[in-house]
C-alpha cells in the first residue's frame, strides 16, 4: 500500500489520505448550506407612515373599546432567522393590513367597504432571543386594485442586524386566489417562502428568513 509522509513526519496510508482529503473538501459545503430567503415583496401604497394608534401585538382589540374587531380572528406566529437558521434576536418589524372587508385605515385609499373601528391595522413587534414573534389578528379580505384583484395578505417590513426586508405573506387555503394574484405569481418558485402554514385552527406559523449571517 502506497504511503503519504507528512511535513510533521507522520506517514499516512493512501485510504486514510483519500478519507481526510474527501472530509476536507465536503466541510465547506455543510457550512454554505443556508435556508431559502423570504422573498422580497412590495411595500405597497397603504404603509402607515403617520399611524398614531396603538400598535400592540393584537390587532383585534383597542384599549377602551368595548368590541373586538370584526372578522375571523387568527393567530400568526413564527420566528426571525438568519440564511444558517439561526435566531435573529431583536429584529425590528412592522405589520400591516386591510380588515375584514378589505379595507385598508390610510388617507391614500379610495375603496368604498367600510372600515372598523375596532380594528388596530398596524403592529410593531421585535422579535425575542429565540428569533420569536406572534400577533393575533383578523384575516384580512380580497379586494379589487389597479393590478388586479389581490387575494387576502400581510403586508411586512423587517429589519434585522444588516438586511431589511418588506415581504407579503399569504394563506395556504388561499391557494386559488393565490394563484391568480399578480404579486404572487411574480414570486416565481419563491412563493413558498411567503405562504404560510396551517398551526392548528385558527393558528398559522411562517417563518421569515433574512439575508443575515
Not at 481526510?20 to 422573498?39: I, N, Q, V
Not at 405562504?195 to 411562517?206: E, H, K, L, P
Request: proline content about 6%; aromatic content about 8%; overall charge positive.
Amino acid at each position: 500500500m502506497r504511503e503519504f509522509r507528512t511535513d510533521r513526519g507522520l506517514v499516512l496510508s493512501r485510504r486514510t489520505f483519500a478519507a481526510g482529503a474527501a472530509a476536507a473538501f465536503a466541510a465547506p459545503s455543510a457550512l454554505a448550506a443556508t435556508l431559502p430567503a423570504t422573498e422580497e415583496s412590495p411595500m405597497g401604497p397603504f404603509y402607515p407612515g403617520d399611524y398614531r394608534g396603538e400598535s400592540d401585538f393584537d390587532l383585534t382589540r383597542i384599549k377602551g373599546h368595548a368590541n373586538r374587531a370584526k372578522g375571523q380572528a387568527i393567530e400568526v406566529a413564527g420566528r426571525v432567522l438568519d440564511r444558517r437558521g439561526n435566531p435573529v434576536r431583536g429584529a425590528r418589524l412592522e405589520l400591516w393590513q386591510c380588515n375584514a372587508a378589505g379595507r385598508y385605515a390610510h388617507p391614500n385609499e379610495v375603496a368604498t367597504a367600510p372600515l372598523d373601528p375596532d380594528f388596530q391595522g398596524f403592529a410593531r413587534l421585535v422579535s425575542d432571543a429565540q428569533g420569536g414573534w406572534r400577533i393575533v389578528t383578523i384575516k384580512p379580505a380580497a379586494y379589487d386594485s389597479p393590478i388586479g384583484r389581490r387575494t387576502p395578505h400581510l403586508h411586512w417590513d423587517v429589519r434585522g442586524r444588516a438586511h431589511r426586508l418588506t415581504a407579503q405573506m399569504y394563506f395556504p387555503e388561499d391557494a386559488e386566489s393565490n394563484a391568480a394574484d399578480t404579486l404572487y405569481r411574480q414570486l416565481g418558485g419563491g412563493a413558498a417562502t411567503s405562504t404560510a402554514r396551517v398551526d392548528g385552527a385558527g393558528r398559522y406559523a411562517w417563518d421569515i428568513v433574512l439575508m443575515d449571517g
